[in-house]
């Protein structure tokens, strides 16, 4: 099943850095896509960003784009979420999450799913 | 663009059954995942692709799908069942991951 760990939440100010950790034991992460999905205070779960397993292909959502990057060191099990410009809307916790991959089947749908799903780490941008 | 959308809240009585409904275009051909969260806790699996449960998740809970709508259905719900639940797809075409608005789920 495995293990998810994140780390390096805090209060930063607009416009500001922040970078999140998020360390992987008991499951295979060098072949495991990640995302990071994040929630705001009383709200719902909202995509942040997806890393292929090998790092070659990224993707974020258009509110982060260009300000947020995502990054892995499959030698240290660790997936990153640099956060840079900073804005009060990014208040949220956020959650490292594994993609399992597609299946497919023979009704010709397809299925995926996150999981494991790490505690979530606050990250609380006010001036 | 691709979207899904959930009821807001439900509820249900005790040891009854409630459904709950999430919408959307990519539930054609891609079988929605359920999670469940608490308040304060991560979200938790509870049933994916056809209708598959994760170990340790009870078999009250099962999932569906028809057309464009898919459903988790808690039969006989319990005090602890209440809680948040999201359903989760993706748009094939793009790889876009799309969550639903989320429905709060009330035990009486």
């Given amino acids: 099943q495995g293990r998810l760990v994140e780390s390096g939440g805090g209060v930063v100010r607009p ?11 008991g499951l295979t992460f060098s072949s495991s896509g990640m995302h990071w999905v994040r929630q ?41 979420l640099h956060m840079s410009s900073l ?15 597609y299946y497919y089947d023979s009704a010709g ?14 990250v609380t941008v006010s001036s | 663009s691709s979207e899904l959308t959930q009821d807001p809240a439900v509820s249900v009585a005790l040891g009854q059954t409630v459904r709950i409904t999430c919408q959307g275009d990519t539930l ?20 994916y692709g056809k209708n598959n449960r994760p170990s340790g998740i009870p078999d009250r809970f099962s999932g569906s799908t ?30 876009h991951v799309l969550f639903g608005g989320g429905t709060k789920v009330t035990v009486l």
């Avoid at chain 1, 416009?15 to 034991?25: E, I, K, P």
Wanted: hydrophobic share 30%; charged share 20%; aromatic share 16%.
């Fill in chain 1, 109 to 122: 749908y397809s299925y995926n799913w996150f999981d494991p799903w790490g505690q979530g780490s606050l």
């Fill in chain 1, 87 to 101: 804005r009060v809307e990014d208040t949220a916790v956020y959650y490292c999450a594994r993609d399992t991959g």
């Fill in chain 2, 66 to 95: 028809s057309g464009n709508t898919a459903s988790l259905t808690i039969t006989g719900a319990q005090a602890e069942d209440e809680a948040d639940y999201y359903c989760y797809s993706r748009d094939t075409t793009n790889n």
């Fill in chain 2, 28 to 47: 054609r051909s891609f079988y929605a995942a359920w999670y469940q969260q608490k308040p304060g806790q991560a979200p938790v699996l509870v049933t």
């Fill in chain 1, 40 to 80: 705001a205070p009383g709200k719902g779960l909202e995509w942040v960003a997806i890393l292929w397993f090998d790092g070659s292909t990224e993707d974020y959502a258009d509110s982060v784009k260009g300000r947020f990057t995502v990054s892995r060191d499959n030698s240290k099990n660790t997936l990153y």
């Fill in chain 1, 15 to 25: 416009g500001t850095s922040l970078r999140l950790s998020c360390v992987a034991s």
